[in-house]
């Protein structure tokens, strides 16, 4: 099978239930920007530098979003009952989410001024997720409430406050001192 179809030549795209739309439509950027922010939480893990932990919790971060972006390219939400893998964007996730930044945030020292992105290749990364990860939830919040499962929303919002606390982590644990605003 060749990578490319030249189905989207015309700037057009399929959604998984068949739809064709065009390329700018908001669902279609809404997805892409999912798409991005797991990408850009791939550039962290590369960056190296990351303790097992935050690599593995990475890991799992990527396939969630790859769920949550089949979520978003399915309007009619069957996806779920047809590929078991795209439902991982639950209540019980974002509870372990949760416990995530609540860990995290118990090895840091509180916070008590704004700070400046930066850090290390890996902080500093983590630091442009959380933006994407802002992005894409304004987005899947443009598509309105009846577009999207809540739990995608609350996801993404929680998910933006676990990247802001991983990359506070991955410079303190590796001694980089954070900058102040």
């Given at each position: 099978?060749?990578?490319?179809?030249?189905?989207?030549?015309?700037?057009?795209?399929?959604?998984?239930?068949?739809?064709?739309?065009?390329?700018?439509?908001?669902?279609?950027?809404?997805?892409?920007?999912?798409?991005?922010?797991?990408?850009?939480?791939?550039?962290?893990?590369?960056?190296?530098g990351l303790a097992e932990d935050l690599?593995?919790?990475?890991?799992?971060?990527?396939?969630?979003?790859?769920?949550?972006?089949?979520?978003?390219?399915?309007?009619?939400?069957?996806?779920?009952?047809?590929?078991?893998?795209?439902?991982?964007?639950?209540?019980?996730?974002?509870?372990?989410?949760?416990?995530?930044?609540?860990?995290?945030?118990?090895?840091?020292?509180?916070?008590?001024?704004?700070?400046?992105?930066?850090?290390?290749?890996?902080?500093?990364?983590?630091?442009?997720?959380r933006t994407v990860c802002r992005r894409?939830?304004?987005?899947?919040?443009?598509?309105?409430?009846?577009?999207?499962?809540?739990v995608i929303r609350t996801y993404l919002?929680?998910?933006?406050?676990?990247?802001?606390?991983?990359?506070?982590?991955?410079?303190?644990?590796?001694?980089?001192?954070?900058?102040?605003?």
């Amino acid at each position: 099978m060749k990578i490319y179809t030249k189905t989207g030549d015309a700037g057009e795209t399929s959604l998984f239930d068949g739809t064709r739309v065009g390329k700018d439509d908001a669902r279609v950027a809404a997805y892409g920007d999912v798409d991005e922010l797991q990408a850009s939480i791939g550039v962290a893990l590369a960056a190296g530098g990351l303790a097992e932990d935050l690599a593995g919790l990475i890991v799992g971060l990527q396939r969630d979003l790859f769920a949550l972006g089949a979520q978003l390219a399915d309007p009619r939400h069957k996806i779920a009952a047809r590929v078991t893998k795209a439902s991982a964007i639950s209540d019980e996730r974002i509870a372990e989410l949760e416990q995530w930044i609540d860990r995290l945030e118990a090895e840091l020292p509180p916070l008590r001024h704004f700070i400046l992105a930066g850090g290390t290749p890996a902080g500093a990364a983590l630091h442009l997720s959380r933006t994407v990860c802002r992005r894409a939830e304004r987005h899947v919040i443009g598509l309105g409430a009846d577009a999207t499962e809540p739990v995608i929303r609350t996801y993404l919002n929680r998910l933006s406050d676990l990247l802001f606390v991983m990359a506070r982590a991955a410079n303190h644990r590796a001694g980089v001192p954070e900058t102040k605003w």
